[in-house]
Every structure is written in structure tokens, then in C-alpha cells.
């Protein structure tokens, strides 16, 4: 059963507009979440995190919003760029008692374009 | 440079081999990660390390072993009991504070095919 879902699998979205990518997650014991890009054949790459403390965190074009009572989260992207193409993945972990253990979602492929 | 290295970037092999990769980080992180990425997948954990000299099984750890004899060093070695070896492998390490780790922060991966 998947505790992280990303249930688009692919978005396309034209430069400069938002990009909205969707996040949910079963487990109510997750209380921290990433947001990774990658692109093929390289290792993802950290891009933003969220404590379930908070309810957004921004960090220049990226910000993470999170709706604890909805268990949802989502990254908006703010102008898209032809660079942000990529695979989007969402991550969560409960960081009492799971080591720092990530449970990753299956990706989102984000198509941005000129 | 800091930076988590994982070599070969491709490595080919015949069925029935054991084949070991390698994942080195100069990061100073105390806990590393081995991730394995199939098509249309997320990324599934196959072990992890929180110390020197200690490891734990992830979700698919059947067919793969790991030593930790240095904080540097985590390799992976994908046995031949793996029914279906062929993957995109990531590594990965993270800083602890407290017990607890937090961003992790990957290799750029070995892509593993055997035929």
C-alpha cells in the first residue's frame, strides 16, 4: 500500500505560468516532507522541505505548501522555466523512530515549455 | 569538492554474477542510503546505514548485501540471487542530529544491466 502518492504522472505546463505538483500521503505519523527533481539517468536532487510545523516554506521560485487535516502537500513553481522539466518526487518521513527513513511517491514528470 | 560518487555510471553483467557497486561520500554524513529506481517507480529503499560498522534492511533488501567498514564508504553488492537485478541504483547520505536524520542528498546513480 502506498503511504506517498503522486497520482498525475505527468504535468505540462507553458513557461512562465505555475506549475502545481500534487502530493498525498496516509501515514499521520509523517511530519517531514521533501520535494526532489530529477532529471534522467542522475540522482535526485534536493529542492525544498517542509516540517509539519509549518504550513508553507518558500525558498525563491519554489514554495511547498502543506494541508495537514487534508494529509496533502504541493510545490508550486513560480515562473516555470524549460529548465524545471524534470521528474518531481515527493518524499516523507516520521523523523521520531524512522531513522530519517524517506518514503518516496512515484514521480511526477513535469514538461515545461517555451 | 564535497559530493557523494557512485562508480561505474554503467555497469553490465552476466546473469549468475554478483556484482558490487560502489558509493563513496566526503561529506562527513553518518548515515547512508542504497536506493533502487525501476521505470514509472518510485525510489525503494534496500539498505541503510546510521554508523560505521552497522546496517539496517530497507523495503527490498532480499538479493543485496552492504558493508559499512568506513563512515566514507557504503557498497552495495547485488547478488545473484536477485531475481531482477536490472535497475538504476542511487546512494545516498544524510546528516544526523540527535538520532534523527534529514535531507538526503544523492550520488549520481549506476545503471545496472544483466543479461
Known amino acids: 500500500d502506498q503511504q506517498v502518492k503522486q497520482n498525475s504522472p505527468s504535468l505540462s505546463v507553458q513557461e512562465g505560468r505555475i506549475s502545481i505538483l500534487n502530493c498525498d500521503y496516509t501515514?499521520?505519523?509523517?511530519?517531514?516532507f521533501l520535494w526532489y527533481k530529477k532529471y534522467p539517468a542522475e540522482g535526485p536532487t534536493f529542492l525544498i522541505s517542509?516540517?509539519?510545523?509549518?504550513d508553507k516554506n518558500e525558498d525563491g521560485r519554489f514554495t511547498v505548501f502543506l494541508n495537514k487535516s487534508a494529509k496533502h502537500l504541493s510545490l508550486h513553481i513560480v515562473p516555470s522555466q524549460p529548465g524545471d522539466s524534470a521528474v518531481y518526487f515527493c518524499?516523507?518521513?516520521?523523523?521520531?523512530?524512522?531513522?530519517?527513513?524517506?518514503?518516496f511517491g512515484k514521480g511526477t514528470k513535469l514538461s515545461v515549455k517555451p | 569538492d564535497g559530493g557523494i560518487t557512485q562508480s561505474p555510471k554503467y555497469l553490465f553483467r552476466k546473469e549468475g554474477q554478483n556484482v558490487t557497486l560502489s558509493c563513496e561520500q566526503n561529506?562527513?554524513?553518518?548515515?547512508m542510503y542504497w536506493y533502487r529506481q525501476d521505470p514509472g517507480q518510485g525510489l525503494r529503499l534496500i539498505y541503510y546505514?546510521?554508523?560505521?560498522?552497522?546496517?539496517q534492511k530497507g523495503d527490498i533488501a532480499e538479493g543485496y548485501s552492504v558493508s559499512r567498514e568506513k563512515k566514507e564508504s557504503f557498497p552495495l553488492t547485488v547478488t545473484s540471487a536477485q531475481k531482477n537485478p536490472t535497475a538504476f541504483y542511487l546512494c545516498?547520505?544524510?546528516?544526523?542530529?540527535?538520532?534523527?536524520?534529514?535531507?538526503?542528498?544523492f550520488g549520481p546513480g549506476t545503471r545496472l544491466t544483466v543479461t
Open positions: 517542509i516540517s509539519s510545523i509549518k
Open positions: 546505514s546510521q554508523i560505521v560498522n552497522d546496517f
Open positions: 561529506l562527513n554524513h553518518d548515515a
Open positions: 518524499a516523507a518521513s516520521a523523523m521520531e523512530g524512522s531513522q530519517g527513513n524517506l518514503i
Open positions: 501515514n499521520s505519523m509523517f511530519d517531514y
Open positions: 545516498a547520505s544524510s546528516i544526523t542530529y540527535g538520532g534523527s536524520s534529514y535531507e538526503q542528498y
